[in-house]
């Protein structure tokens, strides 16, 4: 760690991290009470100070009624946020809560908050203090599960969700910086036990990190590699979105079905095999309706595709499909030279009939 890591950060360096969010007409600041989120308040409050007219700032808590202290916490932004002369909110996850993959579920339920609340105050942006450490934690995460280029490229910095643009303004910063800011401008913050709660996977890898910084495996290099993969990932959507061009003027003879798409196999069978895999990825998530397919689901059904194609050539070409299959609620079929991918029809549960199954 450099001994830039561990110093206070700068109005000139905070008015860099949010430079571009300047003519915005107002921004979500997403703010747990832990440090880095404060930082966040701390440093967007002094450089809303330093702007003649800026973005309207709303802070938002959301109480996710998982722990008793979490009342208290967003109490405690409050007063803070009071003190900046920020709007603060409080927002609750009133849902049931799942027995397993609550963290997963907390997280939608918070964006899903947090979007609402940007667009009921008319922002365009939300704020999350996401930092370097929790960049390179995302990296590893993801490197012990295999993941592929697009999942090791781990956080973007902008990105779009429930038509709001989440910003990670801090997400070159070490966590080392922001408290280093706080303890300068002597501001207090939570500590959520949870982020040291071992029974989840994220506080496990956390504690494996000072390991991997004593061999060099740094969160500036774990970062570093999610940029370079990022840039990577970019240029290869690029190929797709060509490739995917290309197969639609293959198409233009016939006439193209609502709904469905089609790749003639002989065209197809010729695109490299992570191209392939995309174009498939990219049409059963357009069309399926059970959410994102999985990586590995996506490869197997690859395979399976192009062992059909190799072992029956001719088959492929005839009217007769010889390969049906469903993912993620698409259905992907092989027939007549071409593959096609289409919503699937909606699955009926056993032992009722359709008729059965109505709204409430
Ligand atoms: N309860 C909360 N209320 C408001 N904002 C929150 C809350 N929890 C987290 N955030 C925002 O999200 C950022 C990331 O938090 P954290 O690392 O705990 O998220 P996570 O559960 O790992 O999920 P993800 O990284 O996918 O957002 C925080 O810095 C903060 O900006």
Known sequence: MSDDDNSPISARAAKQLFAELRGAPALVLAVSGGPDSVALMWLA???????????????????HGL?????????????????????????????????TGLPAAAREARYRLLAQAARSVGASHVLT??????????????????????????????????????VRPLLDVPKSQLIATLRRAKIGFADDPTNRDTAFTRPRLRALLPQLAAEGGDS?????????????NAAVDVLVDGAERFLQLRTRGDAPQAGVRSFEVSAFANLPEEVRLRLLLRAVNALGHEGPAELGKVETLLAALDQAIAASPRAAGNGRPVLKQTLAGALISLAGGRIHIAPAPARRSKGRTRADQGGS
């Open 45 to 63: 409050a002094r450089w809303k100070r330093g702007l003649a007219r800026g973005p309207q700032l709303t802070v938002v808590t959301v109480d």
């Open 67 to 99: 722990r008793p202290e979490a009342a208290r916490e967003a109490r405690e932004v409050k007063r803070l946020a009071a003190e900046l002369g920020l709007v603060h909110r409080t927002l609750r996850w009133r849902g049931a809560k799942p027995d």
């Open 129 to 166: 203090a996401h930092t370097r450490d929790d960049q390179a934690e995302t990296v590893l995460m993801r490197l012990l599960r295999g993941s592929g280029l697009a999942g090791l490229s781990a956080m973007a910095r902008l990105t779009e969700r429930d038509g709001v643009v989440l």
């Open 220 to 232: 500036r290099s774990l970062a570093r590699l999610a940029g370079r993969l990022a840039r990577a």
